[in-house]
């Protein structure tokens, strides 16, 4: 079972609307699940998958005003796809935008997929 990687995000209430941006350094194919979550709650705010096998842009602004996100969670669910019985490298991660601006990201450590696919798991936490 995947370990997460947790961290809290501070940003500017009164500042333009926060986006996500997911980061891939790898030649494997990866799937992504992001899910904003509820301040206290399961309730979803928003529920995105994607992956990095076409020329889709995998950035994604959340929704509503900036103050919206005080307390709410996005969890980053990143599954990597073994491809061949050789493996390969690989680095995932999330990158957190506002006003144009990278305020914060979480980048996995630089490993090799040698077993089956991977699923990594990254969490923030937004405060203002």
Known sequence: MPIPIHKKVSYNAAGGPLSVNVVFDTLMVCTYQLILRENGSNATVIDI???NANDQDDTYQ???QAREN???IL???MTVIKQ???GGNYQLGIEIYQD???IDS???KSKRITGNNVTEILIFKFSC
């Open 106 to 108: 979480i980048m996995t």
């Open 75 to 77: 969890w980053a669910y």
């Open 100 to 102: 144009g601006q990278k």
């Open 70 to 72: 005080n307390g709410r």
């Open 49 to 51: 998958t994607g992956d």
């Open 84 to 86: 061949n019985e050789k």
């Open 62 to 64: 959340l929704p509503g």
